[in-house]
């Protein structure tokens, strides 16, 4: 049983420029959400997916956004990168409802902006 | 909006016990979780209380105290493995309501 995917697992941009994360989440699992953890720090929310809809978003600009896919799969899509994006995103999938307390991470993009 | 203490690092001796510590703030409660994180890995899940009292699953237990928005990770007979972060994690409603984490610990084990 695989569980959550993502790709790629590095990425390397310049200020400015634009770019896609991937998450493939565990079968079985409806729900989608996006993580970015600084070095040193604990995973901060940017935003959930489910149903193909974005359900709840953290404390993160426009900048910042997201798609859902019919077969639950997801993408993460920054614009005008800023050094400060530079990051581990991490996706997490759960199962909907109130005993979608185990999330299951992927490894994480690393990315990195200069 | 919620926020969680934990401390940032802890030392330990192998074999031996130690607790995370991990104190809550939220507008609602609905569940503490416990995940670990290897260095370069992703986080992964470890426990889960939703009611007062004590979870075991072999070397780990979670306690959690609602009154006091107070729970504690305890990892016995620790091993050199054991050594990564450790992150506690509230959900302020049911259903699927993001979790939010804390800033973590980290464990080093040493010998």
């Known amino acids: 049983d695989a569980g959550v995917t993502q790709s790629p697992t590095h990425l390397i941009k310049t200020r400015g420029q634009q770019v896609t994360l991937r998450c493939s989440p565990k079968?079985?699992?409806?729900?989608v959400s996006w993580y970015q953890q600084a070095l040193g720090q604990g995973p901060q929310f940017i935003f959930q997916?489910?149903?193909?809809?974005?359900?709840q978003r953290g404390n993160f600009p426009d900048r910042f956004s997201g798609h859902q896919f019919p077969n639950y799969s997801s993408e993460l899509n920054v614009n005008a990168l800023l050094l400060g994006d530079s990051a581990l995103y991490l996706c997490?999938?759960?199962?909907?409802?109130?005993?979608?307390?185990?999330?299951?991470f992927g490894s994480g993009t690393r990315l990195t902006v200069v | 909006g919620q926020s969680l203490e934990q401390p940032s690092e802890v030392t330990a001796v192998e074999g031996a016990i130690v607790q995370i510590n991990c104190t809550y703030q939220?507008?609602?409660?609905?569940?503490l979780s416990w995940y670990q994180q290897h260095d370069g890995g992703a986080p992964t899940f470890l426990s889960y209380?939703?009611?007062?009292g004590l979870e075991e699953t072999g070397r780990f237990s979670s306690f959690l105290s609602r009154s006091d928005s107070y729970g504690y990770l305890l990892l016995q007979e620790l091993q050199m493995k054991d050594s990564a972060s450790y992150f506690c994690?509230?959900?302020?409603?049911?259903?699927?309501?993001?979790?939010?984490f804390g800033k973590g610990t980290r464990l080093s084990v040493i010998a």
């Open positions: 997490a999938s759960s199962l909907e409802g109130p005993y979608g307390y185990g999330y299951t």
């Open positions: 079968s079985g699992h409806d729900t």
């Open positions: 997916y489910y149903e193909e809809e974005e359900r």
């Open positions: 939220t507008s609602g409660f609905y569940g």
């Open positions: 209380n939703a009611l007062d």
């Open positions: 994690a509230v959900r302020d409603y049911a259903g699927n309501t993001p979790l939010v």
